[in-house]
């Protein structure tokens, strides 16, 4: 009888934790639903902005930023289209920044390769790190107060993480512990 006892307890205990934590998540999953009926896929107009045209080098060492970053700009104020990268390597020293109604498209053998230089990522913008909204570097590729935006394509977006951001981790601190927590926390508030 004791054994007994024990297992309708024991099967209590797990329902109540169920509840606790299956509860929350179906609570999620319902929101994630009703968010992905919303998401409709962007549309471009049929409109082509080749980067080279603006100057862009796939040479892997001239910086073509400023030639990218040109042909979005044109592409946005046009009512959008696409901008091909076409094969080949790019260097980009900073951040690409995108603009509404574009496509940047890569083609399957071209190659962005960002700066492994942090102060080509200033200035500072309002980004999210770990869940915690904060002024930090630019991201690769920004896009700020925009709407029908894309990124496709088969080519890469070579960021050098292992050569750059790999050397970051060790410079960690006790204050970067602290806005991560803090990050956790304001998502747990959210739920």
């Known amino acids: 009888m004791q054994n007994r006892t024990n297992r309708k307890g024991l099967i209590f205990v797990v329902s109540i934790v169920g509840l606790f934590i299956f509860a929350p998540m179906k609570a999620q999953l319902v929101n994630v639903k009703s968010i992905l009926k919303n998401i409709v896929a962007p549309t471009f107009p049929n409109r082509n902005f080749n980067v080279s045209d603006f100057g862009a080098l796939n040479d892997g060492v ?3 930023r400023s030639s990218i970053n040109r042909a979005i700009t044109v592409c946005g104020n046009q009512n959008g ?7 080949g390597k790019y260097y980009v020293a900073g951040s690409i920044i995108l603009k509404s109604n574009v496509n940047l498209h890569l083609d399957a053998d071209a190659e962005i390769i960002f700066s492994s230089k942090p102060q080509d990522y200033s200035p500072f913008v309002l980004t999210v790190w770990e869940g915690t ?3 930090n570097y630019s991201p690769f590729v920004y896009a700020y107060h925009v709407s029908n935006v894309a990124i496709t394509g088969k080519g890469t977006l070579n960021g050098y993480a292992t050569k750059v951001f790999a050397t970051w981790q060790p410079q960690g601190s006790r204050m970067q512990d602290l806005i991560r927590q803090i ?3 304001s998502c747990r508030e959210r739920v």
């Open 183 to 185: 990050g956790r926390a």
């Open 81 to 87: 289209g696409t901008v091909i990268v076409p094969s």
């Open 133 to 135: 909204e904060m002024f």
């Open 62 to 64: 001239t910086d073509s």
